[in-house]
């Protein structure tokens, strides 16, 4: 208060002076002066001082101390102006009354010490002591020891710049049990030997004393960063701190290289102090071998016929660090060009200058290729870079002697002068084309070019090289005139924007749009068929089909019937097959007139005309060559006058044609062939053109545009799109979804004012928690109860929900609150990455606080998930009050609008359930096939009959606005929803799933493709319906390729009543395609029928018969179950109609030409919106690329690779790459395979306009292959542009591309592709086939661009048109071949495949391993890395694997610590042997030895022998190879380590042929000192028996049974084994082939993989106890109740970790959960069970298998003691584990479930005797569990439906015994009647299926599992 109020003083000085060192409180108001006085006069009063408070001249306030010395006690001065007592030495306090603790004082008072002399006192703080380090005490006499020097410092890896050091801690680090001397502190420290390194501390900190130079010292190294070099100082000359740690090792980072350091290290414990150094550790840092970066020139050289003298000269960078910086020698390296082995001339240095060195022996006139290296005490460097030089040729009188030049060439002619004599260099010894036939050598070196040719060769002029419209310069480069463009000045540029958005494919032979830049005479495509305007026709601006707001956009204006626009004459016009397109505006309708024409013939017909007829009919007529005249009219779509109208006619080659109007088909015919000999070849638009040249008289009046001509029969797809695009002339099929929040918002202010909602900042704020200020959204699937009290309520509120609470920016804490209804809960935290942070579990009771206190960590909180835990506490019913907050709940447009905000990338991805769709509720298919379905209605013969109209009629609830039914049961009763009259569907861009279900259950469900769910241009589902061209009445014309089978129920028939078959059906003889009738009732014949039709099955508009797919559904009274049982007028044939009904889906996408046009439109209403599926159709109109579906990624950077890096859950799909100063491109990344991008690809079904860009001549050319590119990676053919590949792999020269096809691939590793001065040619370090050496170094070869070393061009004149590549002399090899197919890369024109893919990922770094990787680059973080495990190639090739940089005792426990961790290579350690491996993180498997085919001969030796290789040595203790390369062996050190570490464990044996798999369980290695002998507890192959207990064998070291060696003396060296009688295999054979290991060589294999899966005990043998512990991880682990105690079964099952009311729920909330154990309750009943998650979440309720033990017998059958087989354990607590051989959920859960889920499936699954009731009941206890259901598959069952539940002590049969009991003994419970029903384990001890009665001959089984799903 006195630093607040003094005047005068600064506040800042005076805070210093004055800090708030006494009691004080906190004032809860603002500072008035009003206050301050009130608060003065309290200070007044608890301390007595002297206040003085006055108001003049402002507020004045002073608190003083003292008035005089009196007031000082005694012991000090009061001091003025202040008031302030100066104690005395000793003393201390305001008023100097309290004596400093620890004081010794003379006789005369003088004090002599303080703190018992050890520290320093706080005279301000009632004379309390701070204490010097090493000591302790409220007066410091405590003396805390000091820590001995640390033992043994010695120094492991080390290179240029690191040395890893170690040592062991101080011999009395654990001397004292204080908690302040438990453990030790390390320093280290470091000196450069040449600088002098003197042990003494400096003058200053000695000074200062040694304990406040340590504090010095201690604050810099706090300060240094991790990676700083050397930041932190020393208190001694010329040392640094190399670290300080609590670990006994650490890394010295950031030396020099080939320097001398010194290194001492120091321990201190905790609050004591440093005690002396260790002895010194000397260690000199690695000498770094010379490096060359530049070329070499050969200076001073002097050349002759045979020798060449080279001068070296020393590299810019001499290594060797400051020990060893001289160059000691130099080697010169040559040999003859294209040649692969080099030759030395070695030559020492003299005097520290290089010589020369003279290559003798040469033959005359040959090229020679040189290098220099340098060599220094670090050995040999790096190449230089390689010159060349030729000898000089051998000359005799002034005439050179008859010889070869190479490449077949030869001389014999004079020298021209002795500077050129012998050199091949001179022109005029080159071949006569040396000057392209355009000029002749002159005297000198160079070409003397002929008239209008130029260039070093005369290979370039005007006319050829710039098309005639440009000028070329000496370079080649074209200079083009006004108008032209490109590279060959070939392109028109005036063409706009607009018009490049129309479609010129490969069919197009004219495109004319009329507009006025061009003068509206233009042909757009490449042929310049330009028009001649006659007759007055003009080109009308503003006059197109989108009107005067587009005034670029012209038409053609015809103002009289003699106006016309006649096309250049050309005979391609004269096609079998044909398309006119054409917009059209006729002035008036009413007589015949002729719209277009072409050609005709000497009679004057022509070959065919588009006619407008008086009734406005479109009509296309033809002639034949005969000249009978045939006609097609679309007389049932007129034409309006003074309107434009779409007009399109097509013909195939067979005659068959089609009318469209407005891009629909409005008749269908044939029209007869056009004549092949016709006397004009000129299209007319406006008229007919007679064979004078002159116009018929029935010419057109109105306004054409757009005009396009093709030569084939174009798709309907094409042309609707053509019609679609001009009609609005941009971007019309998106479909606005709209905003998210436009759901139900409640927006929660002050609630401050209720009772139980009362402001929760106080009560947070006293925890150190807020309340977050920016929630995004709270989502729970349906409105959320805020209760009593608040300002906003609903009365739709959701019980026990889950729900998630997401932050726009992470927060550190978050604040909610229950409304005062007390259920427990669990919070789960994520971070900004979506990783789990941690749980706190907050337990039922009143106004339960839901807060992140108490949660471990402090990282920042991105999303909040609320688990319901305890729901019965107060009834069930959860609500919340949420102070500050915004709640929005999910809606939108559609399903898939909603999944894709939530889908991938977020852990709780919304659930299947109900949403606001629409705007209204329906159901949302989450899950099948990628989820975001919107069910758009439901169809039940059950209920009312409300589908009985006739679509299209009257009151037709099929295509009217009517709603019916409601979403909380869409399935078992008529539903139709808001989405089926309002969500928009995207004409070509929607997918449509239809499912048919039984009893309430979707059983089967089919997909129809996009390109045919939706036929036409309807933008609402109800459209479908609305007329008799609509779904209802007509074919849909799905091809069988566009229908997929998502599910069905069962994959075989066994005599139930409801089947299914797991064959597709699709694609039958005489398909016709999709159609539906409606009708749901058995006099209406449910004639629902949506199925794949084929006319054999009936007749009709839409065919009475039919089937989709294997989702038919057929009855049990036809003896065969086929698709011939669907014969009659239903196609529920004899079914209960009553019971079945059919559901539609929809899901829309997004479409456009660009995944990036997709991102934008997305981004632009939701900035967080992430991947999706999504229609791309790269050209805008299906005419080139058909529109496909694919997964466009959002996202953007320089690789795929790096997008992953940055997106970790990133998907498959299109990408777009960024490469600066290159441009951007959209790419396809398989990002499941690391992040691989495709560069170029082609797959079968392509287009001829795709198959045109790829061979050319219209496409194909070098500009289009190196600088734009083609294609999409969504279509069916793409290349990234050449330089796009040069700049990748000259930013990442480490890389790896594989050029794949659906049958084998070629992988080069390190590729680079040159500049376009190169022709970007083609080199790489290796190749796996050697078809690719064709293609090293190569220039890029296309038809317009010959860079091939054939004397033709290869992509042109070899074999015709063949695409663009990288040719040596033709070898068929690109990405599509001239006939039309595709080949593999790895061969010539020889395997045909129907794919081709080229791959590339970039690479972060290579070494020998990850460890030496790491050691080298301390900073080094994971990822992809290239492995050469022996740093040569020479024994492994190198590979390309993940980095992990982490270790274990095994990979499983590597992956208990880090869950996130993906596979890769990690490092093993274990009794001192460490080894590096591959880690299947997905199942937590180590990898222990593998070998596959393709191995070296080095790789070979390694594991046969002899030498060094293939020892017993090297099999137990240093192991051999690498993951990477083809053999690998974990010394067995390790496989006994792991095997013998208590856990439970499996190793499998896989290979090539997965039917050889063998699979041991609890295997055992022993150690060395028993040769490493095999055991386990059960082994899949009996071929095992006999090796059991068998001792290693290695060729050194005969362990083995037979006389002499097997590994050595059985017909050659044949690897170690665990050899019994030579009969066995190892991991190579002695033939070198490789042999499964289930028998003795029988089964040859191309590899084999030995894995390890340890699997640790689950605490408390449950995954509860797993879930209960400090860092749960989702894994396998050993379930055992009893701990190994005998009583239990254990198993190794996964604990998922995941809890909610049924498997299927957690399923679907987690669609990726695998199998395993979860925790499940409903009803306030927990239980722990196992959930089939591959089959769509079955709940296991109850299982007896055979192998059970003693005590899980008596768990089911009883003993009538105890509480075995008792009624408690059946229905209240249950039995067994989910992991043994019986177990048994309590019937309990069976009720609450059974009455939570009404419309569900049980299983009684046995042996190929399961047996399926439908809707299962169980009553509640008060009913005796009484079971029922509505249907079963098996009779036997039914007498016992209404049954109570008998066990021994509870009787409830109708039997006068007690049936558990009394009838044949102890024979389990069950719903026993009169005793002939079954049970779970029979009082045999047999198990019997629930087929027939316990005990009957055939009916047992072995094992029997009750399985559960809801609806």
Not at 1579 to 1591: A, D, I, P
């Amino acid at each position: 208060v006195a630093a607040f109020a003094e005047q005068g003083r600064g506040r800042a000085q005076l805070a210093r002076r004055y800090p708030c060192v006494w009691d004080c409180f906190c004032l809860p108001f603002a500072m008035t002066a009003l206050r301050i006085i009130a608060a003065l006069l309290v200070v007044n009063f608890v301390r007595s001082d002297v206040v003085q408070v006055g108001v003049t001249n402002g507020f004045k306030l002073s608190v003083r101390d003292c008035t005089s010395d009196a007031q000082c006690s005694g012991h000090g001065t009061c001091t003025e102006p202040l008031g302030q007592c100066t104690c005395d030495g000793g003393y201390a306090g305001g008023r100097c009354s309290l004596q400093c603790r620890g004081s010794t004082f003379a006789t005369n008072g003088t004090v002599l010490s303080v703190c018992s002399g050890h520290g320093t006192c706080l005279q301000a703080l009632s004379g309390r002591c701070r204490c010097d380090d090493g000591y302790l005490g409220r007066d410091c006499a405590t003396v805390l020891p000091v820590a001995e020097a640390p033992q043994g410092l010695q120094a492991g890896t080390s290179n240029e710049t690191a040395v890893i050091l170690s040592w062991s801690e101080p011999a009395n680090t654990n001397a004292d049990s204080s908690v302040f001397t438990q453990g030790a502190t390390y320093v280290v420290e470091g000196c450069e030997s040449a600088l002098g390194c003197d042990s003494s501390e400096s003058q200053a900190a000695l000074a200062a004393g040694s304990n406040a130079a340590a504090a010095v010292q201690h604050s810099r190294l706090r300060a240094s960063s991790p990676g700083d070099s050397h930041t932190a100082s020393s208190n001694r000359t010329n040392w640094f701190v190399v670290c300080e740690t609590t670990s006994s090792s650490c890394a010295a980072t950031g030396l020099k290289e080939g320097t001398q350091y010194v290194f001492e290290v120091k321990a201190k414990f905790r609050k004591g102090r440093f005690g002396s150094f260790s002895q010194r550790l000397t260690k000199a840092t690695a000498a770094r071998a010379p490096h060359y970066e530049e070329r070499v020139p050969l200076t001073n050289s002097s050349v002759t016929s045979n020798a060449i003298l080279v001068q070296f000269v020393a590299p810019r960078d001499i290594g060797g660090g400051s020990l060893h910086a001289r160059i000691s020698s130099y080697v010169a390296q040559y040999r003859r060009a294209a040649t692969s082995a080099w030759l030395n001339v070695s030559h020492t240095v003299q005097d520290g200058v290089p010589t020369s060195a003279n290559i003798t022996g040469l033959d005359a006139f040959t090229q020679y290729e040189i290098r220099q290296i340098a060599i220094n005490v670090a050995g040999a460097g790096n190449a230089s870079a390689i010159v060349t030089q030729r000898t000089r040729g051998v000359c005799g009188n002034g005439v050179v002697e008859s010889g070869s030049l190479g490449n077949g060439l030869s001389y014999t002619e004079a020298c021209d002068s002795a500077e050129h004599c012998c050199d091949q260099t001179s022109c005029s010894l080159k071949p006569a084309s040396h000057c392209s036939g355009h000029g002749a050598c002159t005297a000198a070196t160079a070409c003397s070019c002929s008239a209008g040719w130029t260039g070093d060769r005369c290979q370039y002029s005007d006319a050829t090289t710039c098309s005639g419209q440009g000028a070329v310069n000496e370079n080649g480069e074209c200079e083009c005139t006004a108008g032209f463009s490109g590279s060959d000045c070939s392109q028109t540029t005036s063409v706009t924007r607009f018009e490049e958005e129309l479609a010129v494919t490969a069919s197009t032979l004219g495109l004319w749009t009329f507009d006025s830049h061009d003068g509206g005479t233009h042909d757009l495509t490449e042929a310049q068929r330009h028009v001649t305007l006659e007759g007055g026709a003009t080109a009308s601006q503003g006059d197109g089909p989108l009107g005067s707001a587009f005034s670029h956009d012209a038409a053609l204006h015809l103002p009289a019937s003699s106006a016309a626009a006649r096309t250049t004459a050309s005979s391609a016009f004269n096609s079998a097959a044909f398309s006119i397109e054409l917009w059209i505006r006729p002035a008036s309708v009413g007589s015949d007139v002729t719209v277009a024409s072409y050609g005709a013939d000497s009679s004057g017909k022509t070959a065919w005309t588009l006619r407008i007829l008086a009734n406005g009919a479109a009509e296309i007529r033809s002639t034949s060559s005969g000249g009978t005249s045939s006609a097609l009219a679309a007389t049932s779509r007129p034409l309006s006058a003074n309107e434009w109208t779409h007009v399109a006619a097509t013909r195939a080659s067979d005659g068959s044609a089609v009318v469209y109007v407005n891009g629909s088909s409005a008749a269908t015919g044939t029209l007869a062939q056009a004549p092949a000999s016709l006397s004009s070849h000129f299209v007319s638009l406006g008229c007919a053109r007679q064979a004078n040249g002159n116009c018929a008289a029935d010419g057109f009046v109105g306004h054409i545009d757009n005009a396009r001509l093709s030569n084939s029969a174009l798709a309907a797809a094409s042309v609707a799109d053509y019609f679609a695009r001009r009609k609005f002339g941009a971007d019309i099929a998106k479909v606005d979804y709209g905003s998210l929040n436009s759901g139900l918002t409640i927006s929660f202010a002050e609630i401050s004012t209720t009772t139980e909602c009362n402001d929760m900042s106080s009560y947070f704020a006293s925890h150190g928690v807020f309340v977050a200020p920016t929630l995004r959204d709270v989502r729970t699937g349906s409105a959320s109860d805020s209760k009593a009290g608040s300002t906003a309520s609903c009365s739709a509120c959701n019980n026990a929900v889950s729900f998630d609470v997401y932050f726009e920016t992470p927060v550190s804490a978050f604040g909610l609150r229950s409304a005062g209804y007390g259920d427990g809960h669990t919070l789960v935290f994520f971070d900004d990455a979506n990783q789990p942070l941690g749980t706190v579990v907050v337990p039922p009771g009143t106004n339960s606080k839901l807060s992140s206190a108490g949660r471990s960590g402090s990282a920042a909180i991105r999303r909040v998930r609320v688990i319901p835990t305890d729901t019965s506490y107060y009834g069930g019913t959860v609500g919340f009050c949420i102070d500050d907050m915004k709640v929005e709940f999910a809606a939108g447009s559609s399903c898939a609008q909603l999944r894709n905000k939530h889908n991938a990338t977020d852990l709780a991805a919304l659930p299947t359930g109900i949403y606001n769709v629409a705007g209204g509720a329906t159901l949302c298919d989450m899950s099948s096939d990628g989820g975001g379905w919107t069910l758009m209605g439901s169809v039940f013969g059950g209920d009312a009959n409300r589908w009985t109209g006739a679509p299209g009629s009257s009151g037709d609830l099929w295509s009217n606005s009517d709603l019916t039914g409601a979403a909380t049961n869409p399935i078992a009763a008529d539903f139709k929803s808001r989405a089926w009259v309002d969500m928009p569907i995207a004409p070509g861009a929607t997918e449509l799933l239809f499912t048919r279900s039984f009893e309430g259950i979707e059983r089967g469900r089919a997909r129809l493709a996009h390109t045919c769910a939706v036929p036409d241009s309807r933008t609402r589902f109800t459209q479908l319906w609305s007329d008799a061209a609509a779904m209802s009445q007509r074919a849909n014309g799905c091809p069988a390729t566009s229908i997929t089978r998502i599910t069905s129920h069962l994959d075989s028939c066994d005599g139930t009543a409801y089947c299914e078959t797991s064959n597709d059906w699709i694609g039958g003889s005489s398909t016709e395609g999709v159609c539906y009738i409606g009708g749901d009732t058995d006099s209406n014949i449910f004639a629902g029928r949506f199925v794949w039709n084929q006319k054999g099955y009936g007749t009709g508009t839409c065919f009475e018969t039919g089937h989709l797919g294997g989702v038919g559904v057929y009855s049990t009274s036809h003896s065969q179950y086929t698709v011939a049982d669907i014969t009659g007028t239903n196609w529920m044939y004899n079914m209960q109609h009553s019971k079945i009904g059919v559901s539609f889906y929809m899901r829309p996408h997004e479409s456009n030409t660009t995944c990036a046009a997709v991102s934008a439109h997305l981004r632009a209403t939701n900035a967080s919106a992430v991947p999706q599926d999504a229609v791309i159709d790269a050209d805008g109109s299906g005419s080139v690329h058909e529109a496909r579906k694919t997964t466009c990624g959002l996202a953007s950077g320089r690789t795929c690779r790096t997008i992953l890096v940055a997106n970790p859950r990133a998907p498959d799909g299109v990408y777009t790459v960024d490469l600066p100063g290159i441009g951007s491109f959209e790419a396809y990344c398989d990002m499941a395979n690391g992040g691989w991008t495709m560069l170029a690809h082609t797959e079968s079904g392509y287009t001829s306009g795709e198959a045109a860009l790829v061979r050319g001549p219209s496409g194909g050319t070098y500009s289009m292959y190196t600088d734009t590119g083609y294609g999409h990676p969504a279509a069916r053919t793409s290349w990234i542009p050449l330089r796009a590949w040069t700049n990748l792999t000259s930013t990442f020269p480490h890389n790896r591309m594989r050029f794949a096809s659906s049958a084998d691939e070629v992988v080069v590793t390190n590729a680079s592709f040159g500049s376009p001065a190169d022709y970007f040619k083609f080199s790489f370090a290796e190749r796996s086939h050697s078809h690719f050496d064709h293609f090293k170094d190569r220039g890029f070869t296309t038809h317009d661009a010959d860079h091939d070393t054939s004397s033709s061009n290869c992509a042109s004149t070899n074999t015709g048109y063949n695409g663009g590549w990288w040719y040596e002399a033709c070898q068929q090899t690109s990405m599509l071949h001239n006939n039309g197919k595709l080949f593999s890369f790895s061969s010539n024109a020889g395997t045909e495949v129907s794919w081709l893919r080229v791959w590339f990922l970039e690479i972060s770094g290579s070494g020998e391993s990850c460890a030496a990787i790491k050691a080298a680059n301390a900073a080094a973080q994971p990822g992809l890395y290239a492995i050469d495990a022996d740093g040569a190639g020479s024994t492994h090739t190198t590979g390309v694997a993940y980095c992990g940089f982490l270790s274990g005792a095994d990979c499983a426990s590597i992956k208990r610590a880090h869950p996130f961790a993906p596979s890769g290579l990690y490092t093993i350690t274990a009794g001192g042997v460490s080894f590096e491996t591959e880690c299947d993180m997905d199942r937590g498997r180590t990898l222990l030895a593998f070998s596959q085919a393709g191995f070296s001969s080095g790789e070979n030796a390694l594991v046969v022998g002899p030498g060094s290789s293939g020892t017993f040595n090297a099999y137990s203790v240093t192991g051999f190879g690498h993951p990477t390369a083809n053999v690998m062996w974990m010394p067995l050190t390790l496989w006994h380590a792991m095997t013998s570490a208590g856990t439970s464990n499996r190793m499998f044996v896989q290979h090539s042929t997965s039917s050889y798999d063998i699979t041991f369980t609890q295997v055992a290695i022993s150690d060395a000192s028993s040769e490493h002998s095999i055991d386990w507890s059960a082994v899949s192959s009996s071929y095992w028996n006999e090796l059991k207990g068998m001792r290693f064998t290695t060729w050194d070291n005969d362990n083995d049974q037979w006389s002499s060696n097997c590994a050595k003396d059985n017909s050659g060296y044949n690897g170690g084994f665990w050899y019994n009688a030579c009969k066995q295999t190892s991991l190579i054979h002695r033939t070198g082939n490789l042999y499964a290991w289930n028998g003795n060589t029988d089964n040859t294999v191309t590899s084999i993989r030995i894995w390890l899966e340890t699997i640790p005990a689950a605490p408390s043998g449950s995954c509860s106890g797993v879930a209960s512990g400090p860092r749960p991880v989702r894994a396998l682990y050993t379930l055992d109740p009893d701990g190994s105690g005998g009583d239990y079964r254990s198993n190794a099952l996964l604990c998922g970790l995941r809890r909610g009311k049924t498997c299927r729920e957690i399923l679907k909330r987690t669609p990726n959960a695998p199998d395993g154990v979860y925790t499940l309750q409903i009803g306030g009943v927990i239980v722990e069970s196992y959930c089939d998650m591959t089959n769509g979440g079955w709940t296991l309720l109850a299982k007896s298998e055979e192998g059970y033990t003693a005590k899980e017998k008596l768990l089911v059958v009883g003993s009538g003691s105890g509480s075995d087989g008792t009624y408690t354990s059946y229905t209240e607590t249950g039995y067994g584990s989910a992991a043994g051989a019986t177990f048994w959920v309590p019937l309990a859960y069976w009720h609450e479930l059974t009455s939570a889920y009404p419309s569900n499936e049980m299983i009684a699954d046995a042996p190929s005797k399961a047996v399926t009731v439908t809707n299962l009941a169980i009553g509640d206890a008060a009913a005796g569990f009484t079971i029922n259901w509505a249907s079963s598959t098996n009779s036997y069952l039914n007498p016992i439906r209404g049954s109570r539940f008998t066990t021994w002590d509870r009787d409830q049969d109708t039997w006068s015994g007690n049936c558990a009991r009394t009838n044949v003994g102890y024979n389990g419970a069950f719903w026993y009647t009169s005793c002939y029903q079954n049970s779970m384990l029979h009082s045999d001890g047999k198990i019997y299926s629930w087929q027939g009665n316990g005990g009957s001959s055939g009916n047992d089984v072995a094992y029997l599992h009750l399985k559960f799903r809801e609806a």
